[in-house]
């Protein structure tokens, strides 16, 4: 397989913190239907990366990617290079080419989604 998905879950305090709710089911939310407007405003970037070759490189990027302030979910697709992030806002270039370079990568710049 050579693309890898990483969804980011975060606790339904955390949700609360942020100014969001989860879905309710358990007791800690308001489920006031929320949630599904602010899932399709997630935001997509794509970008090229180079020097990934195996497993352990995905990881290290996914992991330093997920560390970036409202990323929910990140795709790599190894045979690519592609990597895709879906976050809660915009996200600046220079903040994911410096997760990227602590991974060990390097960032070739954002492709049209």
Request: glycine fraction near 14%.
């Amino acid at each position: 397989m050579s693309e890898t998905t990483v969804t980011v879950e975060s606790s339904a305090a955390e949700a609360e913190a942020a100014g969001g709710s989860c879905c309710g089911s358990c007791g800690t939310g308001t489920g006031t239907g929320t949630d599904a407007a602010q899932a399709s405003a997630t935001e997509r970037a794509v970008f090229q990366v180079e020097g990934m070759t195996c497993g352990h490189c995905v990881g290290s990027v996914t992991a330093e990617l997920t560390k970036l302030t409202g990323v929910t979910e990140v795709t790599v697709d190894l045979a690519t290079g592609r990597v895709t992030v879906d976050s809660a806002a915009p996200l600046a270039d220079g903040e994911v080419a410096a997760a990227v370079d602590e991974a060990g990568y390097d960032l070739v710049g954002r492709l049209d989604a």
